[in-house]
């Protein structure tokens, strides 16, 4: 739930949707290459479970307020950003992130 709404949070504060996609999937990478081997595995798997967070925050916050409390987050401030600017994150991140089959 947290790495959810950070995600939103920057995808809203670096306005993604006015990004080419090229320049998300740099800005992506800037940071995905910074870490080490363990780091960039754990992203990923935490990916296939970020997504679908973000995504009700977006579609349905009320459905997560449990959950949004047990991870000390202020329900008032999510989810915080546009469906148009967690789109242009989300399209870039399902290319970019490899899959957790053994191939990450």
Do not use: H
Not at 3 to 22: D, K
Not at 28 to 35: E, G, P, V
Not at 54 to 71: H, N, P
């Amino acid at each position: 739930m947290i790495a959810a709404a950070s995600l939103l949070q920057w995808a809203e504060n670096a306005r993604l949707a006015s990004r080419t996609p090229e320049a998300v999937q740099e800005a992506f990478y800037s940071w995905y290459d910074t870490l080490d081997a363990d780091e960039q595995e754990s992203f990923a798997e935490a990916w296939t479970m970020i997504e679908p967070d973000a995504l009700s925050l977006l579609s349905d916050k009320d459905s997560m307020a449990g959950r949004i409390e047990d991870a000390g987050l202020d329900p008032d401030t999510l989810p915080g950003c546009t469906l148009k600017n967690w789109q242009a994150l989300q399209t870039v991140l399902d290319d970019c992130v490899p899959e957790t089959n053994g191939e990450a």
